[in-house]
């Protein structure tokens, strides 16, 4: 964490204390929102009326992770595959409406309590550090927004970038990027299988970490990024990295329904939403509210669920069976169930929660590639094995016959 930077560059207007930089971020303030609009190279927030969650037709599995996902943050995002057309997106839009509001900062430039806490009174901007002396909150009750990160985000647009133009405080040097945004938000990649790795692996590692580090020459900034992270990709175009697909907690295959009556319906209830969006989101809004309120006390009950040993083991041993190396696969299974099992009411898994989200948590794991190198690699250790069972035994191993 650097220290402040106090040397006021600008004259400072005693009326408009903030140096803000156009009407936008003007306007913004005096709503009290946290987030500026953002423009299109930033990433877009949807805000629109979105098609109601629930007036999905089929698509039990991906509906049933990312709802597992809203209750449990540490099952680590949803990775969504399939070609276009399955309601992927309009399934990540209409989640909006199940979550509970967040406490957000009401500081344009993002301060948290948090921040003070880890790193001092000089880790926020002056305003806020008098606000927190003052006894004051930082934060106010928000709505859960959904970032959309576009496809040509730059690393800079991701992580932030300098801003010349705000040298009053070393927080504001550094202009927020997409990801100090997602902070307590829904971020949705579409189409990450075309991102550049650089940008792929910046927003997993601070979906992993919970916070991220930017540095820009001398300033340094450290973001919290609390966000449950939403990928979609249609494997026509493009493969994503192994070591990618497995940082994602759940792999949702996303097809194309297959019932006949399922289509006609889907067509309807969009036909409906397409010719009067209020109406159609009416006549789900009792269930939708019901289904937030499941969340909402699901998310409370997700920290008290179990998993017993007797229903832990036979699952670890199935990873193994499976050929299955990277612990990323019951971990994410076991927060899954305690999520899935959270949504029942219950505070204890069983092997029905697990075996409700095996698929999901379990498949696209293995690699071919390390079960190769494993088999290779294993002749190697047999080998150098024998070679050491008889070496430095007094020169025997040189008179015996090789086998
Ligand atoms: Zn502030």
Redesign the pocket.
């Given at each position: 964490m650097t220290e402040p930077e106090l040397t006021q560059t600008e004259p400072k207007d005693e009326q408009h204390p903030n140096p803000f930089r156009n009407l936008r971020e003007l306007v913004d303030y005096v709503a009290g929102k946290s987030l500026p609009p953002l423009t299109a190279e930033e990433g877009r927030v949807t805000e629109t009326l979105p098609f109601p969650f629930l007036g999905i037709v089929g698509q039990h599995e991906m509906k049933l992770a990312l709802l597992l996902g809203l209750i449990n943050p540490n099952i680590g995002g949803i990775l969504l595959i399939g070609p276009r057309g399955t309601a992927k997106t309009t399934a990540v839009r209409s989640l909006l409406d199940l979550l509970p509001q967040v406490e957000r900062?009401t500081?344009?430039?993002?301060?948290l309590p948090e921040d003070i806490e880890v790193g001092g009174i000089g880790a926020?901007?002056p305003?806020?550090a008098k606000k927190y002396g003052e006894g004051q909150s930082?934060t106010a009750p928000d709505k859960v927004r959904l970032i959309e990160l576009p496809l040509n985000a730059r690393i800079d647009d991701v992580v932030g970038s300098i801003d010349e133009r705000a040298a009053l405080h070393e927080?504001m040097r550094i202009r927020r990027g997409i990801l100090a945004q997602a902070d307590r938000n829904l971020l949705y990649i579409d189409e990450i299988n075309l991102l550049e790795d650089d940008i792929i692996d910046s927003i997993l590692d601070a979906a992993a970490q919970g916070s991220y580090t930017v540095r820009r020459g001398p300033v340094v900034a450290t973001y919290r990024s609390r966000f449950v992270l939403i990928g979609s990709m249609n494997p026509e175009e493009g493969r994503l990295r192994p070591q990618i697909l497995d940082r994602f907690g759940l792999r949702v295959i996303v097809r194309g329904l297959e019932d006949v009556e399922e289509r006609l319906e889907a067509y309807r209830r969009v036909q409906a939403y397409l010719a009067n969006p209020r109406e159609m989101i009416g006549q789900f809004s009792p269930e939708m509210e019901a289904a937030a309120a499941e969340i909402r006390s699901a998310r409370e009950r997700v920290r008290k669920v179990v998993i017993p040993d007797g229903v832990a083991n036979p699952a670890i041993h199935l990873v193994q069976q499976m050929g299955i190396d990277s612990l990323r696969a019951e971990i994410t299974w076991f927060e899954s169930a305690r999520a899935y099992a959270a949504a029942d009411g219950r505070d204890e898994v069983t092997m029905d929660d697990l075996k409700a989200v095996a698929s999901m948590a379990l498949r696209l794991r293995r690699s071919q590639f390390m079960n190769e190198y494993f088999k290779g690699q294993l002749g190697e250790e047999k080998e150098l094995n024998t070679l050491l069972t008889s070496f430095g035994k007094k020169n025997s191993a040189k008179k015996k016959p090789k086998k």
């Open positions: 900062s500081c344009f430039y993002g301060c926020v901007c305003d806020c930082l927080r």
